[in-house]
């Protein structure tokens, strides 16, 4: 007996969207950005997520902060643009409310009829924040280990790349897509698929693609072989490999993927980081937010391979973005509840675990409204690997 994928009615179904909102987003560590897109005091980041909306920002003594974009007046967004420069002072657009970098109200337009407000009650709210190899996460609420922890299995393999370091190229872009954030998720971790449906992955790693899950973090990794690709591209960035010095020889050929529960995914190249963040927009509209990060002074070999690299991920991509979009449209068919997991999909049977474990209803075949009505019993195969 194969354990079942999770099943269609969860890719598109409003009221588990909501209930993934409470159980999965609600606790999960959201990453803002790198503490280098937010170099000098009064230099911000934004992120939107679900209804909420986060300000990180670098106050005069090098901190960093994270708090609510939200003014305490009457709600504003009190900075609008990605990412942006305030000066000392955070100002609402809306009736001129001023706040320190560090959240307290510095200033109210003395002639607005507020003499006796008491202005430490209106600080702006906090929201917890984690530096992780000088990425910035943010949480709504506690219950989770931290990020550092979640990360531990991977910790010494993510040394070399010095993520410290890093400093970003280019700016955030949002991608949308019209399919449910799970879908996406699963792309990213699915191993069968890149023999398939990723020609150029396949020139590249041969048979040394390979996946694994461990509790927070799905890894997904190939090294890019020797034997010369028959693709323009991929030849040539395989020929520079070698002159990428900046990280250890054995790490020259690995490409590595590290997805982090629920919705965060790290691609790391011996030529750039880069982040890939799943938001959830509706049951079916998903925005991909995504920047790549590079160690600073790259010598011409690195920028040659940092462009390939991207000739060669945007074909991915492409590939990925018409897969997901064919699944998403499978699911809503009448004809679609689940599927069978090969053993081997370590990833995608980990997550259907946890999403059950955390979602009973996701044990369903068909919502639990309709079930009631035609007798559906649960998933085979679909009891959560946590709870026996
Ligand atoms: S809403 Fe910000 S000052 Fe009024
Ligand atoms: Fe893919």
Not at 45 to 56: A, S
Not at 178 to 207: C, E, M, Q, S
Request: proline share 7%; with cysteine; glycine share 6%.
């Amino acid at each position: 007996m194969y354990e079942a994928s999770l099943p269609a009615w969860t890719y598109s179904d409003p009221r588990f969207f909501e209930r993934e909102r409470a159980a999965i987003f609600r606790l999960a560590w959201h990453i803002m950005g790198h503490a280098s897109e937010v170099p000098h005091a009064g230099d911000y980041i934004t992120l939107d997520i679900l209804g909420e909306r986060v300000v990180t920002v670098r106050d005069a003594q090098g901190t960093l902060r994270s708090f609510h974009n939200v003014c305490r007046h009457r709600a504003a967004r009190l900075v609008s643009q990605a990412r942006g420069h305030c000066g000392a002072r955070l100002v609402c657009p809306y009736h001129a409310w001023t706040y320190g970098l560090d959240g307290r109200v510095a200033g109210v337009p003395s002639w607005q009829g507020f003499e006796d407000l008491d202005r430490s009650a209106y600080s702006l709210h906090p929201v917890e924040q984690e530096i992780f190899r000088g990425f910035i996460f943010v949480r709504f609420a506690p219950g989770l280990p931290s990020v550092a922890q979640m990360m531990a299995p991977y910790t010494h393999e993510l040394e070399p790349y010095a993520l410290e370091k890093l400093v970003p190229q280019g700016r955030v872009t949002l991608r949308p897509r019209p399919v449910n954030w799970k879908n996406v998720a699963d792309n990213y971790a699915d191993g069968l698929h890149i023999g398939v449906a990723h020609p150029g992955l396949t020139r590249l790693f041969g048979t040394s693609y390979r996946i694994e899950a461990r509790d927070w973090v799905d890894k997904m990794s190939g090294d890019v072989q020797a034997v010369p690709s028959t693709n323009w591209s991929e030849r040539a960035y395989q020929r520079l490999l070698p002159a990428l010095t900046e990280v250890p020889a054995d790490c020259r050929r690995r490409w590595a993927y590290y997805k982090l529960w629920p919705n965060v995914a790290f691609d790391v190249y011996p030529d750039q980081v880069d982040f890939m963040q799943f938001i959830p927009v509706s049951p079916t509209e998903t925005l991909i937010r995504e920047i790549a990060y590079v160690l600073p002074g790259a010598n011409r070999e690195m920028r040659a391979a940092r462009y390939l690299n991207w000739r060669i991920n945007r074909q991915v991509n492409v590939e990925d973005t018409v897969l997901i979009e064919g699944v998403q449209g499978g699911m809503a068919s009448s004809c679609y509840t689940t599927g069978p997991l090969s053993p081997k999909e370590v990833c995608l049977r980990a997550f259907a675990d946890r999403m059950r474990a955390l979602i009973p209803e996701a044990r369903h075949e068909r919502p639990p409204s309709a079930s009631s009505q035609s007798h559906d019993s649960p998933v085979s195969g679909g009891h959560s690997k946590m709870e026996r």
